[in-house]
Nanobody, 126 residues
């Protein structure tokens, strides 16, 4: 599985930014895609994830720090997941990584994701 993340850049606090991550390769029909982020000098942390299966219809999960501001969504036809970042704050500045879990663990732990994208930098100015 290959993941290609895009959409990072500079955002104003209170503005918006949308990240995309396209999955290709042997993705199968059911999986979880997630977003993590890593700020300078900090551990990589969970941001959000979304399940992807024919029976679940998709469920989402968010870190408390982004709940109500960020929205994760997917496009089944493109095997792409999006992270809409509304009202970003300077503390959201980080490299954002998309991640892929074939075993549907629906987890907020980085070790439960088998594949990772290259990361895209998001900088939020105050």
């Amino acid at each position: 599985v290959q993941l290609q993340a895009s959409g990072g850049g500079l955002a104003q606090a209170g503005g918006s930014l949308r990240l995309s991550c396209a999955a290709s390769g042997r993705t199968g029909r059911s999986y979880v895609m997630g977003w993590f982020r890593q700020a300078p000098g900090k551990e990589r942390e969970f941001v959000s994830c979304i399940s992807w299966s024919s029976w679940s219809g998709g469920t989402t999960r968010y870190a408390d720090s982004v709940k109500g501001r960020f929205t994760i969504s997917r496009d089944n036809t493109k095997n792409t997941v999006y992270l809409q970042m509304n009202s970003p704050k300077p503390e959201d500045t980080a490299v954002y990584y998309c991640a892929f879990d074939l075993t549907l663990r629906y987890s907020n732990h980085r070790e439960d994701y088998e594949y990772w994208g290259q990361g895209t930098l998001v900088t939020v100015s105050s």
